[in-house]
């Protein structure tokens, strides 16, 4: 009888629509999870393009190819655009596809509110792109737009930027309170919060940072639209405001900000590096913990990013040992991903490879950090070329190596498709040359004096900055061949199993590749993860 | 599914307190900056008398003034610098000119550094509590009147008052059409 029941229900059991209202209306975790994707891949490519202007104009000395008004827009945007648009949507789209895999959930939570936080992305940065086309230019003033740079000397277009941060902003706390939802009332029987995949505990900190900091920024920039058009003087002296509290509500905002930019990167390498291993993680608890301390601590810091503004010495003492404690949680994590690796049977398949890239090369950018966090030093540091290569080694190594990593790891599972692992490791010794090639000089002009955000140099930072930009454009020309396999890997990959990798653990492996379009309609019973 | 409202409502009410938490943010900055005197704020003339038996010093006094962006009044202290001795009160005179030819209004915003002294300076009479309005080619001569507080800090030896003048004609009118 039963049996009769469930045909009839696979007679009405449809999946996505045709066209493109399937993606316009969707509501599944999977369709919307990959739009954000391909949106941050596109966002990839624009701000990339930025990166290759500025580093086409600091190729040799002098005024080359673009005006300095057009190199502050392309500084500007290029940051900007990577933070919003490539970094955070691209974990919001590993979240959307792996959390409810992950979990066992059929889906997100409010699936509707998904669609909206994913739609008025596109807005958002059609917005900020179009102040290209407006009188007076883009936004000019730096990703960390300071007032008064931002309010009294902006250009026109500042309106627009205000009001495409305050989209981004919802769209990232929509998101949010969609995944702590589902993470807090969706998961399989029996998953207690210990025994969530690290990926889904890290997102699901990241998403508190998320709610308890976006919201500050989109109070930044209303007051900043306040004292633009309203006559307020939050950070306007004349008036009585300072700009200096613009900084403190600025970073309040912007150091947890740079841990949303990596926590879910720590949940994807600790995933990536067990099953290559074939080890389960070293010290599960503790990586939860180090994450959450980690979230903690960024709370309490901020000002170590304006030490030059001149704080007292307790302030600048408070703040320097703070940041410094955060090495010992982000210590244990690394230690953590090696004790996984050691004496474990290695593979080197791509996501490997870039996830060990990611523990070196992350560690590097954190040892800078560590440099910066030295208030006395800092004040040689500050706003040179140091500050880039510590802020780069963490996100493109960091950040942007580890959404590689999970692209190549769980790509045959989305697609069904294997990638090409040969022209992936091509790709990977590429982008891993490339990327040091193009960050790691800039520590040298840095301490020697280079400042950041300025279009010309100094004649004895030409050599290093001429390889600099070699190494950047290589490092864009790898990024094409990513997008080259990924689409050869969907058009015609080799058929992937449902395990895809052998010994890798979780739910999203027991359904097949690529997965039916609803998974876990009844939940999955933790039994089937023990074998 | 009540569960999920629950978290949910739980999650956006967070998300208002944060926002509210952001523009909590400026008086409470105002409030910090004010206890701890950093950043050279200084608050109105509320000195009255000091503890008689802390003994007088002398301090040497820096008198630095800028125009802010554009502004284009000439701004200057009668001398740049005085000696004075802490506790006893001393006057000095600013310059004002509009250098312009249309009325304009300026607002002179104070710093003292170091900020660690801003607290010890303290000003009974000064234009910058409130606005200058100048006729063109008008100029005016204005005192700030101080005393240096004796519980100054023995290692700080000098202190610096800077003013920096800036152009408010705009906000000041728009603020009048409005009321």
């Known amino acids: ?531 | 599914m009540n569960s999920t409202k629950r978290s949910a409502s739980k999650l956006v009410l967070m998300t208002c307190g944060m926002f509210c938490f952001g523009f909590a943010l400026v008086p409470i900055y105002d409030v910090f900056c004010d206890i701890t005197g950093l950043n050279g704020k200084i608050s109105g003339p509320t000195f009255t008398s000091y503890d008689q038996a802390i003994e007088t010093r002398e301090v040497q006094i820096t008198f630095v003034t800028s125009n802010n962006n554009k502004m284009p009044w000439s701004f200057k202290s009668a001398s740049p610098q005085m000696r004075v001795k802490t506790g006893e009160d001393y006057l000095m005179n600013f310059t004002f000119k509009n250098t312009t030819d249309k009325p304009m209004i300026a607002q002179a915003i104070p710093s003292v550094s170091p900020g660690r002294g801003a607290r010890y300076f303290h000003k009974t009479e000064c234009f910058c509590f409130e606005q200058q309005f100048l006729e063109a080619g008008e100029s005016i001569t204005v005192p700030v009147k101080f005393i240096i507080d004796p519980e100054l800090p023995k290692n700080i030896a000098s202190l610096a008052l800077g003013y920096t003048l800036f152009d408010v004609t705009e906000e000041f009118t728009n603020l009048q059409a409005l009321n």
């Open chain 1, 1 to 531: 009888m039963s049996a009769v029941i469930e045909s009839n229900h696979d007679d009405h059991h449809h999946g996505p629509a045709k066209g493109f209202s399937r993606w316009l209306y969707t509501t599944n975790h999977k369709d919307i999870g990959s739009m954000y994707l391909w949106f941050s891949l596109i966002m990839l490519f624009i701000g990339g393009a930025m990166a290759m202007v500025i580093r086409a104009e600091l190729f040799e000395p002098g005024s080359q190819i673009v005006s300095p008004e057009f190199y502050n827009q392309m500084v500007t945007n290029h940051g900007l655009i990577m933070v919003f648009g490539v970094i955070m949507p691209a974990f919001v789209g590993f979240a959307n596809w792996m959390i409810p895999m992950q979990i066992g959930a059929p889906d997100m939570a409010l699936p509707r509110l998904n669609n909206l936080s994913f739609w008025i992305l596109p807005a958002a940065f059609g917005i900020l792109l179009s102040t290209f086309f407006m009188e007076g230019g883009a936004p000019n003033f730096g990703w960390t737009f300071y007032a008064p740079l931002s309010t009294e000397y902006a250009p026109p277009s500042v309106t627009f930027f205000i009001f495409s941060v305050h989209i981004m902003g919802a769209s990232s706390i929509m998101g949010s309170i969609n995944i702590i939802t589902t993470i807090l009332n969706m998961r399989a029987p029996g998953m207690t919060l210990m025994k969530m995949p690290l990926f889904v505990w890290s997102w699901f900190i990241t998403a508190y940072l998320l709610i308890a900091v976006m919201p500050v920024l989109a109070g930044a920039v209303t007051m900043m639209l306040m004292d633009i058009h309203f006559g307020t003087s939050f950070f306007k002296a004349a008036g009585g405001g300072d700009p200096v509290l613009f900084q403190h509500i600025f970073w309040f905002f912007g150091h947890p900000e740079v841990y949303i930019m990596i926590l879910p990167a720590f949940g994807i390498v600790s995933h990536i590096i067990e099953t290559f291993s074939r080890k389960p993680i070293f010290g599960y608890s503790s990586m939860v913990y180090a994450i959450a301390s980690i979230a903690l601590l960024s709370f309490v810091v901020w000002a170590h990013h304006m030490f030059t503004v001149g704080m007292p010495i307790a302030g600048e003492l408070f703040f320097m040992y703070s940041t410094m404690l955060i090495a010992i949680p982000t210590g244990v994590k690394v230690f953590n991903w090696l004790s996984t690796m050691f004496k474990g049977s290695l593979t080197f398949e791509t996501p490997m490879l870039f996830s060990i890239a990611f523990v070196a090369l992350f560690t590097i950018g954190g040892l800078s950090g560590i440099m910066l966090a030295i208030a006395p030093a800092d004040f040689q540091y500050h706003d040179t070329y140091f500050v880039v290569a510590h802020f780069h080694y963490v996100l493109v190594p960091g950040a942007l190596f580890s959404l590689l990593a999970g692209a190549y790891y769980w790509l045959p599972k989305w697609t069904g498709h294997m990638y090409d692992e040969t022209l992936g490791k091509t790709h990977f010794w590429m982008s891993f040359i490339s990327v040091n090639l193009t960050f790691f000089p800039m520590h040298f002009v840095g301490l020697a004096g280079m400042p950041r955000r300025i279009p010309d140099y100094s004649m004895q930072f030409a050599d290093w900055n001429m390889m600099v930009s070699v190494g950047a454009f290589l490092f864009g020309l790898s990024q094409l061949l990513f997008l080259f396999i990924v689409i050869k890997c969907v058009l015609n990959g080799k058929k992937a199993t449902a395990e895809v990798w052998e010994g890798a653990k979780g739910f999203e492996w027991t359904v097949d590749s690529p997965p039916p379009y609803h998974t876990f309609s009844s939940p999955p019973s933790m039994e089937t993860l023990k074998a």
